[in-house]
């Protein structure tokens, strides 16, 4: 894998562990029937969403963005809950059950990353996660 020596390591560390969870995503989506196709499109699109919002994150230090990425997550796992119920069955219960563990890591990871921001941005007076030369209102 290409490192990218620009964006900061928490956001590496993530991306990696959901690059796993993409992989392992994506060819059950594109094997799932035709007729499943407008549900398999608007997945295919969530699922690679969170990378971007990730280095967005890294970049700008705002614990927003990660609430975002953690609600991208959230949708991820109720398009997984649909895919696996009994009358849909775009995936069976052990895939569902592995999906949801490989999205689990990155998602302990995104917790810790907004605990750790929030606890620094409390813990000072000043606004942490305003870019510097900023003035603030």
Same mark, same amino acid.
């Given at each position: 894998m290409i490192k990218d020596d620009n964006a900061p390591p928490d956001a590496l560390a993530i #991306? $990696?562990?959901?690059? #796993?969870? #993409?992989k392992y995503l994506y060819p059950i989506l594109q094997n799932s029937p035709r007729r499943h196709g407008v549900f398999r499109d608007t997945v295919l699109a969530a699922l690679l969403l969170p990378i971007g919002g990730l280095y967005h994150a890294a970049k700008s230090k705002q614990v927003s963005r990660l609430y975002a990425v953690d609600a991208e997550f959230a949708t991820l796992r109720a398009y997984m809950r649909f895919m696996a119920a009994p009358k849909i069955r775009m995936m069976s219960p052990h895939q569902h059950e592995t999906a949801l563990r490989l999205l689990a890591e990155p998602?302990?990871? &995104?917790?810790?990353?907004?605990?750790? &921001? +929030?606890?620094? !941005?409390?813990? +000072?007076?000043? =606004? @942490? @996660? !305003? =870019? $510097?030369g900023q003035a603030g209102k």
């Open positions: #991306v $990696e562990k959901y690059e #796993v969870f #993409v998602g302990g990871m &995104l917790g810790a990353w907004i605990r750790r &921001l +929030s606890a620094g !941005r409390q813990g +000072s007076g000043a =606004p @942490l @996660l !305003r =870019p $510097e």
